[in-house]
C-alpha cells in the first residue's frame, strides 16, 4: 500500500536530539544562555550578518524591527499582496496599515515599480518578502528606498539558502527576519531570528526584546521603555544548533527535490516553477507548480486530485487583501489570479525519489485531464 505524502516534515537526527537533552539536563543556572548564544553566533556566520537575536517566532522578530523603525498609527507599510498573514500583522499590531502591492509574474515576489507608486508621505517602510525561497529584486527596492529615505526590510523566514548577487537573503536590507516553525528548511519547532548589520539598530532591538532594559543598565528590573518578550528558550536553540550544523545539508537536499520536480515538469506545456535567475541561487523552501491559465488546470482539480492520491495539497497563498479584514485589491490582477492555477508540492527532506515522482504523476494527469 502507498503511504500519505506529507508536504513538510522537519529532519531531526540524533545530534539535535542529544543538544536538546543536554541543554533540558543542565542548560539551567549559569548555563541557560549557552545555546542561545552558540545558536546565534552560528546563523550569524552561515549568513555572514554582523548582529542576530534569537526569538520566539518569526512575526515577534517583525513586530521588534517594526517597533525600532518607528512604526505607529497612521503609518504605512508596503508588502506583496501575496503573502501570510504573518507579514503583514506585525504592522497592524502597531496601529500601522499595510498596502498591499502585486507581486512579479516570473517571481511571485513583490512588483519594484508597484512600490514606487504606492509611497506616500506616510510610508515608513517597504517589506520585501522572499516568497517560498525565490528572491525579490533587491536591487531595485534598494534604489526606491535610498531615493525615498524609507527602509527595506527582509521577512527571509522563508529564504535561509537563498543568495542574492553573493549577498544571502535576510543580510541585505535594513533589517532581516527569519522563522524556524515546523514547516521551515531549519526548524527549532517555534522560534525565529532578527539579523542586522547596522550598529545602533542592533542595540535598540536588542534592549527592545529585554522588555525595554538597555545593555547597560545597571540598576536592577528597570526598564528604559515598554519593549517586548520575544525570547527563544535554551532548549530551542539547542534544536537550532543541531540544525545549524546540518544547515548545508538541509538547503542541499531542498534544491535537490526541487531540481527533480523542475526536471520533470518544466518541459510539461504551461507549467512554470520558482523562478531562478543567472545572479540567484534559491532555497527553494516550496517547491510550487503554476498552471497558464489556457491548461484548464484548477487550483481545486488539482486539490482534488491530490486528495485521491493520498498527497498533501498545500494552497498557494491567498492575497491577503481578499481576507476579511483588509479591504481588497483587485487590482492586484496577479496575486489574485495565481492562487487559482497553482499548488505547492510536498518537499521534506526525507522524501524518497518514489515519493516524488508520484507528485509528479498527479500532475501529469491533472494536465491530461484538462485537456
Ligand atoms: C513562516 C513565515 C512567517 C512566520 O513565522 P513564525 O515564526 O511562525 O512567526 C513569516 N513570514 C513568512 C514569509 C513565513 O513563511
Redesign the pocket.
Known amino acids: 500500500m502507498k503511504s500519505r505524502i506529507h508536504y513538510t516534515k522537519p529532519s531531526i537526527t540524533d545530534l539535535e536530539v542529544g543538544y536538546a537533552t543536554d541543554a533540558a539536563r543542565h542548560g539551567w543556572g549559569d548555563r541557560c544562555y549557552e545555546y542561545i548564544n552558540r545558536f546565534e553566533e552560528l546563523f550569524k556566520q552561515h549568513l555572514g550578518a554582523k548582529y542576530a537575536i534569537a526569538t520566539s517566532?518569526?512575526?515577534?522578530a517583525?513586530h521588534m524591527g517594526l517597533a525600532a523603525l518607528g512604526v505607529g498609527p497612521g503609518d504605512e507599510v508596503i508588502l506583496a499582496d501575496t503573502?501570510?498573514i504573518?507579514?503583514a500583522a506585525p504592522i497592524t499590531y502597531l496601529g500601522a496599515k499595510p498596502v498591499f502591492v502585486d507581486i512579479l509574474q516570473g517571481t511571485w515576489c513583490i512588483d519594484p515599480a508597484l512600490v514606487e507608486s504606492a509611497i506616500t508621505p506616510r510610508t515608513k517602510a517597504i517589506i520585501a518578502?522572499h516568497?517560498y525561497g525565490n528572491l525579490c529584486e533587491m536591487d531595485k527596492l534598494a534604489a526606491i528606498g535610498a531615493k525615498c529615505g524609507i527602509p527595506v526590510i527582509e521577512?527571509a523566514?522563508?529564504a535561509i539558502g537563498s543568495i542574492y548577487r553573493g549577498k544571502r537573503a535576510g543580510t541585505i536590507g535594513k533589517f532581516g527576519?527569519f522563522?524556524?516553525?515546523g514547516?521551515?528548511t531549519l526548524t527549532t519547532g517555534?522560534?525565529?531570528m532578527f539579523v542586522t548589520n547596522d550598529d545602533a539598530f542592533y542595540e535598540q532591538v536588542l534592549t527592545l526584546s529585554n522588555h525595554g532594559r538597555a545593555r547597560g543598565q545597571i540598576k536592577q528590573f528597570w526598564p528604559d521603555r515598554v519593549g517586548f518578550k520575544y525570547k527563544m528558550s535554551n532548549v530551542q536553540a539547542a534544536i537550532g544548533c543541531g540544525q545549524m550544523e546540518r544547515v548545508e545539508e538541509l538547503i542541499a537536499r531542498k534544491r535537490e527535490i526541487f531540481a527533480y520536480y523542475r526536471r520533470h515538469l518544466e518541459c510539461l506545456p504551461g507549467v512554470s516553477m520558482n523562478s531562478e535567475s543567472e545572479d540567484m541561487i534559491i532555497g527553494a523552501w516550496m517547491p510550487t507548480a503554476v498552471f497558464e491559465t489556457q491548461t484548464g488546470v484548477s487550483r481545486e482539480a488539482l486539490q482534488a486530485a491530490f486528495a485521491a492520491a493520498d498527497i498533501d495539497a498545500r494552497v498557494f497563498f491567498h492575497p491577503l487583501s481578499s481576507l476579511p479584514m483588509f479591504e481588497a485589491q483587485r487590482g492586484n490582477f496577479f496575486a489574485w489570479d495565481i492562487p487559482g492555477r497553482a499548488i505547492n508540492l510536498p518537499s521534506f527532506h526525507d522524501m524518497t525519489q518514489l515519493q516524488q515522482a508520484r507528485v509528479v504523476d498527479v500532475l501529469q494527469s491533472c494536465l491530461e485531464k484538462a485537456s
Request: proline fraction near 0%.
Open positions: 517566532s518569526c512575526t515577534g517583525l503573502n501570510w504573518a507579514s518578502v516568497l521577512d523566514a522563508e527576519a522563522s524556524f516553525h514547516t521551515k517555534e522560534g525565529g
